[in-house]
């Protein structure tokens, strides 16, 4: 089986190629990708090269294909796990796995530390170590595109698990947000941002009274209202914010106005700012948990907090990267019940868009960006497809598709993507 895939060989060096795959072993398994959502962690593994953890030493002479947020079709299931995984089968996968001995590392991940998987390709070998530590999960849902976000929205998901608090005289932890609670999201309308606010207006078991989502760009606060609108929230009893931080002579003194001074139980930063992060301490309620979700690239990235506060009103923070294999199984359950994640897609490309785009993905305004492994299509916007139908036939439809969907990305459209989109040769 031949494959065509992004392989990374160093800092910055990402090659599209076609090559072979060897033959499956018997713990092994073939797939078809279909969808991979690029992710800001591959840009800095794409930037970093040998520096990033996750990156094999020897990548100049064994290079590894890049992607991790995933999904496609099984295509062929070695005997040993012929009773688990049949052909056909729609799949996601989680990327971070634990691979104790030889050249691979401590900590590896498909899309970071592998040869023959990732999800930037067009077909790819599942191995073993994927399989065996229950990371290749079964996607019945509608659709490519929810699987592939399945990964972030887990991460999201994660997030909200490992908040935790107390009851005074007693020591023990109890892990979640408050439900019945006040919550906020604060720089809160990126990609990462809207799969959070998605989670916490349509979850059924656990949610705040209270959520408020903060941002300094209104433009991007409109268009995350219109997404995600505030009487949505409310059919599901929560009273929901949008504020502009920006716009407000006392950020603080706002934010804690809404909650009557008292403050927030829960307050989850999506920018690794120190401005936002001291914003995030400043209006904890008692007992509040801060949740420092993004991720810096910043080693020395510091801000300041209240330790008075953490010692006399029992604050806490907590700090999440990624989500476990519980959180990715509640992430395609819900998706496959009807959560859809498209709020979060901005962009669609085919698989020659990728080493750009990776490369380049912090300058490329909008959220995710989409792309279809068996396709050449270059990045482009969403929002741009109307202009461009007006001289294409094929961008005509797909925008007709979008706006029959308030804009976003469908599974629809998707459809119609992948039946009448230039095709790469089949492997």
């Known amino acids: 089986m031949k494959t065509t895939a992004v392989r990374l060989y160093g800092k910055k060096d990402l090659r599209m190629e076609r090559f072979e795959l060897p033959p499956i072993k018997d713990n092994e398994i073939l797939a078809k990708v279909v969808s991979d959502s690029i992710c800001m962690s591959s840009y800095k593994a794409a930037n970093q090269g040998t520096d990033h953890k996750r990156i094999p030493d020897n990548v100049a002479e064994h290079p590894i294909i890049i992607g991790h947020e995933f999904a496609g079709e099984i295509i062929e299931v070695g005997d040993k796990w012929k009773s688990k995984f049949q052909p056909g089968q729609k799949y996601s996968i989680q990327p971070a796995i634990y691979y104790e001995e030889g ?10 530390s592998y040869p023959h998987i990732g999800g930037d390709a067009t077909y790819v070998i599942i191995p073993k170590d994927v399989v065996e530590q229950d990371c290749l999960l079964p996607y019945n849902g509608p659709g ?13 998901i994660g997030a909200m698990h490992a908040n935790y608090h107390t009851t005074p005289g007693s020591y023990e932890h109890k892990m979640e947000i408050v439900d019945g609670g006040k919550m906020a999201i604060l720089a809160g309308v990126g990609p990462m941002g809207l799969a959070a606010i998605n989670y916490v207006i349509h979850r059924s078991n656990r949610k705040p009274s209270l959520l408020v989502v903060t941002d300094i760009d209104q433009s991007r606060l409109d268009r995350a209202a219109e997404i995600y609108p505030v009487e949505t929230a409310q059919k599901n009893g929560i009273e929901q914010i949008y504020l502009n931080t920006g716009n407000v002579d006392d950020p603080v003194k706002s934010l804690k106005n809404l909650t009557d001074g008292k403050g927030y139980d829960d307050v989850f930063v999506f920018a690794p700012v120190p401005s936002v992060i001291e914003q995030a301490d400043a ?21 300041k907090m209240n330790f008075y506060n953490v010692h006399y009103a029992y604050t806490h923070i907590v700090g999440t990267s990624g989500g476990n294999m519980n959180d990715m199984r ?34 490329i305004a909008g959220g995710k960006k989409l792309i ?3 396709i050449d299509m270059p990045l482009t916007p969403i929002s741009e497809f ?16 979008v706006t029959n969907n308030n804009g976003l990305w469908s599974v629809e459209a998707e459809e119609y993507l992948l039946k009448n989109a230039t095709t790469k040769t089949k492997g």
């Open 103 to 112: 050249p691979v590392g401590v900590l590896s991940a498909p899309g970071y």
């Open 144 to 156: 490519f595109y929810p699987a592939s976000l399945a990964e972030p929205l887990s991460c999201v």
């Open 283 to 303: 209006i904890l309620g008692f007992d509040g948990c801060l949740n420092f979700f993004a991720g810096p690239s910043n080693p020395n990235l510091q801000a």
């Open 330 to 363: 509640e992430a395609l359950e819900i998706m496959s019940k009807g959560l859809d994640p498209a709020g979060l897609v901005t962009h669609i490309g085919g698989l020659n868009a990728v080493p750009e785009t990776t490369l380049n993905l912090p300058n």
């Open 372 to 374: 279809y492994t068996h």
């Open 386 to 401: 109307a202009e461009l139908g007006k001289t294409d036939p094929f961008f005509a439809k797909l925008a007709e598709l």
